[in-house]
């Protein structure tokens, strides 16, 4: 996701808003990998909208607010997914005063 902007993320963490973590523990590699495709190199390849990333030794999924543009259904999905399970989202990749969570 190096091409699009920290601002222009959202971030989903693998913590639930109690503090809890999601179980399965691979639902982030489940949910980015329903849009990665393989390369020519037969290697799996992210979308550019969905992602897997570790920020701070967390698990999260890192969603571009694009999709819901691009692909609103997938969208749809994956910001339901993360809200009907509690979890915690962030506005960006940012840290400190200037990360925003969702609500």
Do not use: H
């Not at 037969?42 to 819901?68: F, T």
């Amino acid at each position: 996701m190096s091409n699009i902007p920290d601002e222009d993320v959202y971030v989903i963490q693998g913590i639930k808003e109690d503090g809890g973590k999601l179980r399965p523990s691979d639902w982030i590699e489940r949910l980015s990998s329903t849009l990665a495709s393989f390369g020519k190199d037969q290697r799996l390849r992210y979308n550019e909208c969905v992602q897997p990333c570790m920020i701070n030794g967390n698990k999260c999924l890192v969603v571009a607010k694009g999709l819901s543009t691009s692909n609103p259904n997938m969208y749809d999905f994956v910001m339901g997914f993360a809200k009907g399970n509690s979890l915690v989202i962030v506005a960006d990749r940012r840290t400190g005063d200037r990360a925003l969570k969702t609500g």
